[in-house]
């Protein structure tokens, strides 16, 4: 996790505006850095940079309140829609916009259907993508006229994922690459029984009762 700024007890109501840019690309992090810092229409933002899911998790746990989330959809711990999911759910006050390479149709759809505030294009000319963070950090939403249909079957995968924990989360994204009990216990530094707890309740709250129903679950929400 890269944080660039010095964070204090508490920002001032009329405080500037404070985005945190999750995306683990450090170049698309400058270039987006830049562009707001040469933009009429977003002045004196303070940027925080995140480059995994349980970096953004931790910074939010600790009481960071950012204005708007930049969200890239395939950085590390994100599972595609699986991570906005549960920040909705975990950190509902939080605006969410999705950054992605891949602006298909059904992707933004998909996007506002599990209640992101926008997706943004990483194809975006710089003067398109400062007017879609402003628009954002004024509280409205940005699809591109885009209106999602839904899907029931994904709004229930949805629903139950983002009633897991932030550490549940982090405990269920290893699951769905494969990891076993003691090695998510090594990776997060715990004893393996709390993993074992970690994961009952886990499929608890998926309605599942083997791993492979919780990686088949989270493919729903991949793409």
């Known amino acids: 996790m890269t944080v660039m700024m010095t964070l204090p007890d508490s920002l001032p109501v009329n405080s500037m505006p404070l985005l945190l840019l999750a995306d683990d690309h450090p170049l698309f992090r400058a270039a987006l850095k830049q562009t707001l810092v040469q933009s009429n229409l977003v002045i004196d933002a303070e940027c925080v940079e995140c480059e995994s899911l349980s970096s953004v998790q931790k910074l939010l746990e600790d ?53 992101a505030s926008g997706f943004i294009s990483k194809s975006l000319a710089p003067a398109e993508l400062a007017l879609a963070i402003s628009r954002l950090l004024a509280g409205d939403l940005w699809f591109d006229k885009v209106s999602a249909q839904d899907s029931p079957e994904v709004d229930e995968v949805a629903e139950r994922i983002a009633n897991l924990t932030p550490h549940q989360f982090r405990v269920f994204s290893m699951l769905c690459e494969g990891l076993l009990n003691k090695q998510i216990a090594f990776e997060l530094d715990i004893a393996e029984p709390t993993v074992k707890s970690h994961v009952t309740a886990i499929m608890r709250k998926l309605g599942v009762r083997k791993r492979t129903e919780v990686i088949l679950l989270a493919q729903k929400l991949a793409n």
């Open 63 to 115: 009481g960071l309140e950012p204005d708007l989330i930049l969200l890239d959809l395939h950085m590390p711990g994100t599972l595609g829609f699986a991570g906005l999911a549960s920040l909705r759910g975990c950190f509902p006050e939080t605006p969410v916009a999705i950054v992605s390479g891949d602006d298909s149709m059904a992707r933004v759809m998909r996007a506002e259907q599990l209640g």
